[in-house]
Nanobody, 119 residues
Framework: QVQLVESGGGLVQAGGSLRLSCAAS????????MAWYRQAPGKQRDLVAT???????NIADSVKGRFTISRDNAKNTVYLQMNSLKPEDTAVYYC?????????????WGQGTQVTVSS
């Protein structure tokens, strides 16, 4: 069994910062890509950022320059540092990881953490 547990969400004023964490646990041989998505009420789930096992990153244009993704491979954890937050960043943030417990990779999702940015 593999589990992803997110933390770090909350309520923050516009211009503030939050740091999200997502830790993977269970039977893990290796973790390929880790990513953050977000879903605002009534909208589709959108990709925010990805990071490969060797640290290559990709950031959505809507958050580029404000958000940073990083990971600690020793802790099987991915982070999302969010600065200069705007009300439109309000959403449930989900982490996703491609994990190998054997030779076959599977995608796993966290339960989501709410981020609310007040104006």
């Amino acid at each position: 069994q593999v589990q992803l547990v997110e933390s770090g969400g909350g309520l923050v004023q516009a211009g503030g910062s939050l740091r999200l964490s997502c830790a993977a646990s269970g039977r893990i041989f290796s973790i390929d890509v880790m990513a953050w998505y977000r879903q605002a009420p009534g909208k589709q789930r959108d990709l925010v950022a990805t990071i490969t096992s060797d640290g290559s990153t990709n950031i959505a244009d809507s958050v580029k320059g404000r958000f940073t993704i990083s990971r600690d491979n020793a802790k099987n954890t991915v982070y999302l540092q969010m600065n200069s937050l705007k009300p439109e960043d309000t959403a449930v943030y989900y982490c996703k990881a491609t994990i190998r417990s054997t030779s076959i990779p599977y995608n796993y999702w966290g339960q989501g953490t709410q981020v609310t940015v007040s104006s």
